[in-house]
């Protein structure tokens, strides 16, 4: 199967931190952060990954070249800046036809992307993402279901506990061809105007979750990496 993993992203909030790397290049434990989603990936039976690569994309290209842990890797380039959606869409042309998974190259999700497939497939959604149920935080906004199907997306705010978006998704290779502008958000044009109009699921994961974005998460990234010894 094949993998999409967003790894264009500037790092603004990193930048004092991580300056001359792609927020997905910094560093955790002696090693790029993506190096560790790209383990995940292929301990989760993933083939092909395609790189949706921009700011810097020769670091990465010249980390990962064009094959990695046995995966072959494809890069899709933006020249400008696509947005999530933009970048998905442009990415997903260079995926082989059925379901592709989505990724964020700032997080680390362990989701059993396996039993994410079976699900969607069960369900026959046109969208699944995966939900990491949260305690205590005010950074993610909130996801709301009956019977996994969602119903809403919530804004940020302080919640006391909820589901998460957890930044993996699976969808058809096509499912963005029919959007008209080039570069948009995937969350806000695309998740927020068609939640209760196609078949949306969230697929419900207990697994370690961690987003680099800011910098004491990053900071705690590198902290519990290390504790387990490292992640491969």
């Known amino acids: 199967m094949d993998a999409v993993v967003l790894a264009g992203g500037f790092g603004t909030r990193l930048a ?15 090693k790029p952060f993506l190096e560790y989603v790209l383990h995940y990936l292929k301990r989760n039976g993933i083939n092909r990954v395609i790189l949706a690569v921009g700011y810097k994309e020769d670091v990465i290209r010249s980390c990962f070249g ?27 042309r260079l995926a082989e036809d059925g379901p592709a998974f989505i990724l964020n190259g700032d997080t ?26 949260m305690t205590s935080f005010d950074r993610y906004g909130t996801i709301e279901s009956e019977n996994g ?17 957890g930044g993996v998704y699976l969808m058809d290779r ?26 949306m699921y969230a697929f419900a994961s207990d697994g370690y979750f ?5 910098p004491e998460d990053y900071y705690r990234a590198g902290k519990d990496f290390a504790a387990m010894g490292g992640i491969s």
Do not use: W
């Open 108 to 133: 680390y999700f362990d989701v059993d992307l396996r039993a994410m497939l079976a699900f969607h497939l069960e369900k026959q959604a046109a969208l699944t993402i995966a939900a990491k149920k």
């Open 16 to 30: 004092h931190i991580v300056s001359d790397v792609p927020k997905p290049m910094a560093p955790v434990c002696g």
């Open 174 to 199: 096509h499912f963005l061809d029919e959007a008209v502008s080039e570069a948009f958000s995937f969350e806000k044009d695309v998740m927020e105007t068609k939640v209760g109009v196609i078949p």
């Open 149 to 165: 199907r969602i119903t809403a997306f919530l804004e940020k705010r302080p919640t006391g506990e909820g589901e998460i978006n």
């Open 210 to 214: 961690i987003d680099i974005g800011i």
């Open 66 to 92: 064009a094959s990695f842990l046995g995966m072959d890797i494809l890069y899709s380039s933006e020249d400008k800046p696509l947005f999530t959606g933009g970048a998905i869409r442009k990415a997903l």
